[in-house]
Each structure stands twice: as structure tokens, then as C-alpha cells.
């Protein structure tokens, strides 16, 4: 599939600023000083409106966007926006409860964090729904989604304990250590089902021709590549999809590994920590689109759906 | 509203028949014709006349080879909207742009509401939507919902731009609700079939199978044995004696 920066930018950045202030709502950060409290503030909004805006760029009517508030009855596209706004404005009331009453109660926090899980959940499901896109259609890819959120939040929540200068627990550390590793052995299984799974879809039932035997695909229906094949027939990736993989895990998991085991307390370090890591998740999310293919390629000659060819 | 409607009784949609298919592409042609003057926003191109055109089309014809050997067959193979009972393209619209008509079936979009976000032809199996490059709206076979209900139009004219101009009769239009009409009796003489079945997406339009290779076995059909059989006469009789002779 045709990899658009535009939503490789709102998948791992808002997925980043969910991942945040899924842990900021749990109150697990003191915001009595007005400086924190903007600083976390201003990081958690921009973050997740940089994602969402950056999402309506690749549209052909950006203008048009707020019509897919809709149809969440039946579209993921439209759950995932819906939730995200709802998800923005309790944000935004639970830092004014912040400003003006300090730390709202506790369930408060969790019912947002649900919210949160929720967006990041369709925000995977606008993929993995796809049946189309047989690499997509797994259960691990929500997992992964998931896991990759709140890796990163975890990561820039320590880095935001570290530089307001207020304590970190060490089980804090632990656990994202532990997400980072969980996350990434996810990733890695997601990426063995993918090259290990075949498709129940080939030219022949494509056709229905296989009755005849084997087909093959003897001349295209155009002259020069149409809209299909660039936007369901990229192949760029593919040819270094292991070394990418590779690079991926080196900035995504091992990287701020070392980070936070070496120093876990440093700001510069835990910073430099979430830079890697989303560099990682960009690499990730790009191969996430960049590998996968449609089962429309059969019909221009793909012969077998699997990626590790 | 993309939920999609309770099945209607009506199910407007094509019989092609790849026995029949010369893939002369008049078809796709006609389509273009009618469709870029229709129905929404007209079908634009892209360098037209450079080294590499491109552009929305709402149908198009493949070729395939199928088999190895003497009952190898090469396949026309036109593929265009199949109005899926089921049609993922409809339930993925986030803003209700894509819709299955509860009357009769067909699959449409209203243009004035589409973002162009492109999730509805990636939720396509068929490749059935393309974006068009000029208008950045989704475009696809409409079943030429503005002809088959036209009543300023003839009434042999009143059927879709690719069924009307087929030289060859390989596509048919009809009701597959109905099960005496013209298209859901040869779908079931002939054993009209669904494309990718596993996909579910339970399309209306089907396909009918290329007819089997007639096999010869008669050896009297063969040109070489008529050739040995023929006696020849005249000067070539002489001939042949003659060179008989020689051993």
C-alpha cells in the first residue's frame, strides 16, 4: 500500500500524545505549578491535533473532513474521529479541572484512559479491518498499535517527570522497559505471521478461471500505471523490508533501552530516548503500509500475495 | 448513511461472459463516453497525450492465460463495479459519501459529500473505485443510473453505456432478484460464478465461464490424414505412380 507521510505522521504522533496522556489522566504526574501544567498541557494538545490535522492533508476535500464524524455505526475511519474529539475535549476539561480545582478524582482519569484505548483501537481497526489487505487482517495489529502507544507515552511521561524535576519511581521504569520489550516481541510476531501466512485469494479465485489451470496475466487493462497500482501496488519497500525491519528495532526498542537502563532519570537521556523511539515507530509505520499488499494486485500479475518474496 | 440497506428484492447488475469477450475495449471506451458527460463530476485525465496517461475509468479489461497446452485459453476479461450485496466500500465511508441504493441495489457515491480519503477503494477487492486525479472525489460504475431509468432515452437505449455498445453481446444487464429474468436464467444454464467468493463480499454481477475446448478425436477430421487419403489426378497421378516406382 501506497505509504502517505501525511499518515504515518498522524498514526505514530497521535499515537505518542494518546500514549501520554493516557498516563498523565491516571494523575501520576504533579501539576500543581502552572509551568507543568502547560508544559503537559501544550505537549499532550499539540501532539495529538499535529496527528489528526496531519491525517486530513492526504484527503482530496480537507474541507469536507468534518463529515466524517458520521457514520460510526459502520466505519472505523468515522469511530476514530469521533473518539478523538471526544477524547480532546474531556482532555481539555480535565486540565481546566486541573488550573482551577487541582487534581480531579481519580475516575475521571480512568474513564478518559478508556476513551484513549479506544482511539487508538479504531485508529488500528481502520486498517485491520481491511480484509482486502490480508497482512492487516490479524489480531495482533491492534495489539501492536496499542503496545506502540503506550511505549511512547511511557517513554515521554518519564522524560516528563525528569525534567519538572519530580521523582521517578522505579516500577515506572520497569514497566516501560518491559512494554518496550513486550511491544517489539509483538511486532516481531506480527512480522513472522506475515511472511509466514498464505492467502485464501490468488489469480484463480480472483477470476474463477482456475478451473481451466494455472493463470497468468497476459496483458494489463492500460499502457502506464493508474490509480490502483499506485496506490495498492508499492513495491519500494519490500525489496529492503528486512533491513528496515532491523532498523525499526534498533531505534525503536534497543536504543531507548539503553536510555533508560544506563540513566533513567536524565531528561536529556529519557528525551533522547522518546526521539529514538519514535524515529523507530515512523520506520515501523512505514513498512506497515509500505509491505502490505492489496488483493487487487493479483489482478495485475502479483502472483502470490505473501510479502517475504 | 453507509450501514448497508436490508437486501432488496430488485438486484440490478451485469452477466459478463468471458466465452464471448474479444476485449476490442469498446466497452471501457463507451463507459468513459457516457460517464464523463453524466453522473457527477466528469472522468479526467492526466497528461492525455504524454508518455504516461493516466486517469479515472470505471471499467476495465484485462487479459489472462489460463491453462497449459492445447486447452490453454486466453481470457477478456472486463472488471468493473460488482454491486456487492455485502460491499465493504459502503460500511468503510466515514461520511456517508458511499451508499448501496435500498431499491435496487446499486452502489453510488454522492460526490458533494466525499473527502476523498481513498479508504472505500482500498476496502474494494475488485479495484472497482479509482480517485479521480482532477476533482479528488471517488468515482466508480454508477450501472449508468442515469440511462437505465431514462425516459427521454429510447427504449433499447435504456441499459448501461458498456452492455449498449458491445459488439459481441458479452455483457447483459437484468435483475438477479428475479429468477426467470434473461441474466438469472443464463447464470444458471451456464454456471455464472462470483469473483474472489472467499473475499464475501457477495457481488451481483457475475461471470460465465469460458466454454470448453471442443476436442477432436476423430482422426478423419485431422488435414494431414484428409491430405494422405486424397488420390491425387492428372499430371500429379502421373507423379506420384511414377516416384512410387522409383522405390
Redesign the interface.
Known sequence: ?HPAWSIIFFTSISGLGLGLSGLIVLGLLDLSRFLHLFVASSAVFGLISAGLLSSTL?????E??W?????W??????RE?VLAVLVLASLGCWFAWNFFFGPPPLWCGILILVLIVATVYATSM?YG?????ACWHHPLTPVCYLMFSACGGSLAFLSMLALFGQPILGILKDITLALLIGAWTLKYAWWWALDNRGS??S?E????????????????????????QK??GFVVARRHAIKLRYISIFFGALLPIICVIFNGSSAVLLGMATIFHITGIFVERWLFFAEAK???TL?YGDEQLSIAS | ????PEPSAIKLGLVID?DICV?CQAC?VNCKEWNTSGYGAPLSDESAYG???????LN?????????GE?????H?P?SCLHCEDA?C????????SFKRAEDGIVLVNED???????C???????AR????A???MKKCTLCVDRIYNENLPEEDRVPACVRTCPTNARHFGDFGDPNSDVSIMVAERGG????????TKPVNK?L??RPRRKSNDESMSLLAMADAATPKGFWQWMDNTLEKLG
Request: hydrophobic content about 35%; glycine content about 10%.
Open positions: 500500500m492526504h484527503l482530496g476535500h480537507p469536507r473532513a463529515r466524517a464524524l458520521s457514520q455505526r459502520s466505519s472505523w475511519l468515522s474521529g481502520i479491518s481491511l480484509k482486502t489487505v485464501a485469494s489469480l479465485t480472483a477470476t474463477g478461471l482456475g478451473t481451466i489451470g494455472k493463470v497468468r496475466s497476459l496483458m494489463p487493462p492500460h499502457t502506464s500505471e493508474n490509480y490502483l496506490e495498492m492489496h488483493v487487487v489482478y | 448513511m453507509t450501514s448497508l468471458l476485449g471501457v508518455a504516461q496517461p493516466s486517469g479515472s475509468w476495465r479489461v484485462h487479459a489472462f492465460e489460463a491453462g497449459v486447452d490453454a485459453k486466453t481470457v476479461f472488471k465493504p459502503v460500511t468503510a465511508c466515514p461520511t456517508g459519501a459529500w466525499c473527502i476523498g480519503c481513498g479508504l477503494a482500498w476496502s474494494c477487492p475488485y479495484g479509482e480517485m479521480d486525479p476533482e479528488g472525489v460464478y462470483d469473483l474472489l467468493p472467499e473475499q464475501g461471470y465461464p469460458p
